[in-house]
């Protein structure tokens, strides 16, 4: 099982949205998929309509042994949902407690590994425990850019903590999200990036009215709008994760 996180340090980048229709790509594509949504506040549970509510919160979810109690089905096939809970905001504290505190969650994850290809986590917007915990889980991070100036400034922040940590084996993968084109900025700032940057993606997700459509059907892009532009850019982004990552269904 490979563990993919969506990671940035900066909130509304696009992280969610992409951890979403990635996760329907890589369902699509044949893989057992779970994704954990980590964040409190519950976005991608709401995208697969599914309550934000886990039975015993943060504290009980890493005690239990039957992961089957704590997974649920979404309306997709080979696609399931380990939801949000509000308790997820003091994981932090929860995570301290605990022996090996920043192992703890690459323990939990692997009571997963019969029983699913990839597992996606759609980490929350901060650096803490948690995220420390999501560095020594993932096999790969993908980090979503708005190519603005703090937006990448957050990316250098990121390397430099992995630089900083030797033992660290995740690969960073970097891509270009909510571009819009019709600003000089960013069309000048991908220019420059892309040349600076080690190992960004070459397909970008652009800033589209049909992904934020994706709260009022309350679904991936590709299961309302399959011959979308955003669709087709989030298989075509899906595919190149594959080939980096080397990933196939087992």
Known sequence: MKVIALYNIKGGVGKTAA?????????????????????????????FNIK??????????????????????????????LPADTSYRHMDLFLDSEKKSK????????????????????????????????????????VPLIPTTLSLRTYDQIIEYVSDHKKLTLKVMPFFSMIDKRKK????????????ITGVLKTGIPYLSIIENMGVH??????????????????????EIVLRAKLHSR
């Open 103 to 142: 192992k703890r969650m690459s323990e939990f994850l692997g009571r997963f590994e019969d029983d699913y290809d990839v597992l996606f986590l759609d980490c929350p917007p901060s650096f803490s425990l948690v995220s420390e915990n999501v560095f020594n889980s993932a096999d790969v991070m993908l």
């Open 218 to 239: 309350r679904a991936p892009v590709g299961l309302f709008a399959a011959k979308s532009q955003a669709a087709i850019l989030f298989d075509q982004l899906w595919t």
């Open 52 to 81: 934000p509510e886990v039975k015993g919160g943060a504290k009980k979810l890493f005690k239990t042994r039957e992961t089957s109690a704590l997974v649920k089905e979404t309306d997709i096939e080979n696609l399931d949902l």
């Open 185 to 196: 900025l960013h069309v000048d700032t991908m220019a420059d990036e892309e040349n600076r």
């Open 19 to 47: 951890c979403v229709n990635l996760a329907y790509s890589c369902a699509a594509s044949g893989m057992r998929t779970l994704l954990w949504d980590l964040d409190s506040q519950g976005a991608s549970s709401y995208y």
